[in-house]
């Protein structure tokens, strides 16, 4: 089983829809999560931490549920611009290293 | 203020050859790990180096090696090279702070391709 699973994708939306992405994780001592982006051949770049709490950016709004080992990331309103695959990573207990999901690729057609 | 600079941005090599990629890291950041991403796959950590001394591994074997000179640059070294090893190779910069590590910024990594 994988450290980290995503919805395998692809994601294709219309402008202006409201898309969702899944991920769980395997390892419960696991300390910090994050959502990045990566545009095609790019390199990912943070798009949010993901806090216990939930936290919202703008269009963008993350999810942790630390009980199940789930992370969620919602995008409203998306845009062409959000095309991209979307990375969930944890950083498993007190190393350091980032653990990557495989991505969701999102298309947004116009 | 320059980000993560990565060299050589594309490189063909022959199985069993070697091969250096280099890394320099964000202007402060004293950290660089090194990331494998294989096509359609999400980046996989390699290692990484503070204090010139490597401080965490992933799961890859010895032939992967790496190095951090004084002013935080480094090099990721890859001897006997595979056809399985041709991916794009990330390095990542950051510091640590309160015992934590700080943000990461990625380089724009090295499409290595093995023939």
């Known amino acids: 089983r994988k450290e980290v699973e995503q919805d395998p994708g692809p994601f294709n939306v219309p402008e202006g829809a409201t898309v969702a992405f899944n991920c769980t994780y395997s390892?419960?001592?696991?300390?910090?999560f994050f959502w990045y982006r990566q545009d095609c051949r790019k390199e990912p770049k943070l798009l949010m931490s993901?806090?216990?709490s939930g936290n919202e950016d703008g269009r963008f709004t993350a999810q942790l549920n630390r009980a199940s080992q789930y992370i969620s990331l919602l995008i409203r309103d998306s845009k062409l611009s959000d095309s991209a695959t979307y990375l969930c990573?944890?950083?498993?207990?007190?190393?350091?290293?980032?653990?990557f999901g495989s991505g969701t690729q999102l298309t947004v057609l116009p | 203020d320059a980000g993560v600079t990565q060299s050589p941005t594309h490189l063909i090599k022959t199985r069993g050859q070697q091969v250096t990629l280099r890394c320099s890291p964000k202007?402060?950041?004293?950290?660089v790990s090194w990331y494998q991403q294989a096509l359609g796959q999400g980046p996989q950590f390699i290692f990484q180096?503070?204090?010139?001394?490597?401080?965490q591994r992933g799961n890859f074997p010895d032939r992967f090696s790496g190095h951090q000179y004084p002013n935080y640059s480094s090099e990721l070294n890859v001897n006997a090279l595979l056809l399985g090893d041709s991916a794009l190779y990330l390095c990542?910069?950051?510091?640590?702070?309160?015992?934590?590590?700080?943000?990461?910024?990625f380089g724009q990594g090295t499409r290595l391709t093995v023939v």
């Open positions: 990542a910069s950051s510091s640590l702070l309160d015992g934590w590590d700080t943000e990461a910024f």
């Open positions: 390892n419960s001592a696991s300390q910090s």
């Open positions: 993901v806090y216990s």
């Open positions: 990573v944890v950083t498993p207990g007190s190393a350091r290293q980032l653990t």
């Open positions: 202007s402060g950041h004293d950290t």
């Open positions: 180096y503070y204090e010139e001394e490597e401080r």
